[in-house]
């Protein structure tokens, strides 16, 4: 029976080619007076680049793109690196711009300047609503006479696709400020600073989720920067490396999360130097086989390097077939891979 099963499979035809070549289908065009922020995919189809076409697998039709992987498993999350906080939203900012000025108007802070093009919201001074001295914990009766606090939010399209970043920063100022304040001036945030970001995101995560259903759109806030702070850069619609547009210890945690997400086995590591040295051999080299029950899984190999390094302002990310290793050279494929799970 079994010889018969497969002599079988020999008679279905192959499609990995008629997958592979299929031309790409025409854009939905929508008339020249609709608001693009009221139409979205029901079914949603995420674009796929050359590079993703399938070109580097060689045996087998690679997978269908991952739909749930632009979703997050909370629709709110709070997340924390290198004296930096904020709230992951799975939306996108143009959503979330009159929603956040919204928070702050009803909680006393007020709205003093904003640029939507740079996603920032600077506050009114924070000393003089009782709202606002409640929400950052300010005592009730200073005594002598207090710092004037300022609280600014910034929006920004987060590194996954179709998500939104917000942090607050509350700082003091000599006065109330006549213009809208340079948010890069205040990176070096204390303990007691962060914990009041953290209140703050925490509350405005409470109030996102009461108005899930009565959401509106920013036409303003269509001009901030979107540009994607990942990219995946090819040559031949071959993958070479990935260029992400952030600072080093963030690309570090998301490569590693990418690491863990995909499921690839990493022998070593060192943030220092800048590598992680993974096995990415192929399944069929990683399963031992038919007999496995009788015998431990066996330990992971360092077949490829996978390194991170300082160009110009961003964090470039390249693999290499490990210097020992002797199988296929799969570099595309796990740069690829790695791409998927980090936009």
């Not at 079988?8 to 922020?37: H, K, N, Q």
């Not at 680049?49 to 749930?68: E, F, K, V």
């Amino acid at each position: 029976m079994l010889v018969l099963a497969l002599a079988g499979c020999s008679f279905i035809e192959d499609r990995s080619e008629r997958y592979v070549d299929e031309p790409e289908g025409t854009p939905l065009e929508l008339p020249p007076t609709a608001e693009e922020g009221k139409f979205t995919q029901v079914m949603p189809i995420r674009e796929i680049s050359a590079a993703d076409s399938g070109r580097m697998y060689r045996d087998t039709i690679p997978n269908p793109p991952d739909m749930t992987s632009d979703i997050l498993d909370e629709n709110y999350v709070i997340e924390e690196l290198d004296g930096q906080v904020w709230l992951l939203v799975n939306d996108v900012p143009g959503r979330l711009w009159p929603a956040v000025t919204t928070y702050m108007n009803e909680n006393g802070l007020g709205v003093a300047y904003d640029n939507p093009q740079l996603g920032l919201i600077q506050s009114e001074l924070a000393n003089f609503s009782k709202q606002a001295r409640q929400l950052l914990d300010l005592p009730d009766d200073p005594d002598g006479q207090e710092a004037r606090i300022v609280v600014q939010a910034r929006i920004a399209p987060g590194v996954r696709r179709k998500t939104t970043e917000i942090q607050f920063r509350s700082f003091e100022v000599g006065g109330d400020p006549a213009e809208l304040l340079a948010w890069g001036t205040r990176d070096r945030r204390t303990q007691e600073q962060l914990e009041t970001s953290k209140r703050l995101l925490n509350d405005l995560a409470e109030h996102l989720k009461n108005r899930e259903d009565t959401k509106s759109y920013s036409r303003a806030a269509l001009g901030m920067v979107s540009e994607p702070l990942v990219r995946l850069v090819s040559d031949d619609e071959t993958p070479r490396q990935i260029v992400m547009s952030l600072d080093y210890g963030r690309a570090w945690a998301e490569v590693k999360r990418s690491l863990d997400e995909a499921e690839i086995p990493v022998v070593d590591l060192n943030r220092e130097e800048g590598y992680f040295f993974v096995d990415f051999r192929p399944e069929s080299e990683r399963e031992p086989g038919w007999f496995s029950w009788f015998s431990e899984d066996p330990e992971p190999e360092h077949t490829f390097d996978v390194r991170l390094e300082q160009n110009d302002g961003d964090i470039v990310v390249s693999v290499n077939r490990a210097e020992d290793y002797t199988g296929d050279d799969r570099s595309p494929e796990l740069l690829s891979e790695l791409f998927e799970y980090l936009y």
